[in-house]
C-alpha cells in the first residue's frame, strides 16, 4: 500500500493546484454563460474582453522586453506591438474581432478534442475516470460539427431564399 501511496504523491506533485483547475473551471463556466446569452452586447464584451488581455499583454511584453537580452529584445517588442495593436483593434472593431476570436476557438477545440480523445484512451489503463476526459473529447468536436452544420444550413436556406426572391423579381407582371 506505502507503493501505491507514493506513486499517488509523485502524480499529485505532477499535476497543477487544484485551485487552477477551479479558477478555470469557473472561467469556462463564465465563458459559457456569456455565449448562451448571445446578442451584440456579448460580442462586445467579448470583444472588449480581448482587447484588454491583449493590451495587458503587450504591456507585459514591454517589461520583459526591458529584462531580456539580444535577439529576444526584438521578439518581445514584436510581440508587444502586436498585442496593443490587437487590442486596439479590438476596441475599434468589436464584431470582426469576435468573429476572428470565433475562428481561433473553433481550430481549438477541433485541436483540444481530438488530443482529449487520444490521450483519454491511452491512459485508460491507469486512471479511473478516463472517459470523462473522452467525453469532454467528443463534446468538443462535436461542438464545432454542429456550428459548422447549423452555419451549412444557414447557407442552404439563404441560397434557396435568393433563388426565390430572383422568381419574385423577375417574374412578369400579372395580366390585369
Known amino acids: 500500500m506505502s507503493y501505491m501511496a507514493a506513486e499517488r504523491r509523485s502524480l499529485g506533485r505532477l499535476l497543477p493546484p487544484w485551485w487552477w483547475l477551479l479558477i478555470t473551471g469557473i472561467a469556462w463556466m463564465l465563458l459559457?454563460?456569456?455565449?448562451?446569452?448571445?446578442?451584440?452586447?456579448?460580442?462586445?464584451?467579448?470583444?472588449i474582453?480581448?482587447?484588454i488581455v491583449a493590451?495587458?499583454?503587450g504591456v507585459m511584453e514591454i517589461g520583459v522586453l526591458i529584462l531580456a537580452a539580444g535577439w529576444w529584445k526584438l521578439l518581445h517588442g514584436v510581440l508587444a506591438v502586436v498585442f496593443i495593436a490587437a487590442g486596439i483593434v479590438a476596441f475599434v472593431h468589436p464584431g470582426n474581432t469576435f468573429a476572428a476570436?470565433?475562428?481561433v476557438?473553433?481550430?481549438f477545440l477541433v485541436i483540444a478534442g481530438t488530443f482529449d480523445i487520444v490521450i483519454s484512451i491511452s491512459v485508460r489503463h491507469e486512471i479511473d475516470v478516463w472517459w470523462v476526459q473522452l467525453i469532454t473529447g467528443i463534446i468538443e468536436i462535436l461542438l464545432v460539427a454542429w456550428v459548422a452544420a447549423i452555419a451549412i444550413m444557414r447557407g442552404i436556406r439563404d441560397i434557396v431564399l435568393a433563388f426565390r426572391v430572383r422568381d419574385v423579381q423577375h417574374s412578369p407582371p400579372a395580366p390585369a
Open 105 to 107: 476557438f473553433s481550430f
Open 32 to 47: 459559457a454563460l456569456i455565449l448562451l446569452r448571445f446578442d451584440y452586447t456579448s460580442v462586445s464584451a467579448i470583444s
Open 101 to 103: 476570436l470565433a475562428a
Open 55 to 57: 493590451i495587458v499583454a
Open 49 to 51: 474582453l480581448f482587447g
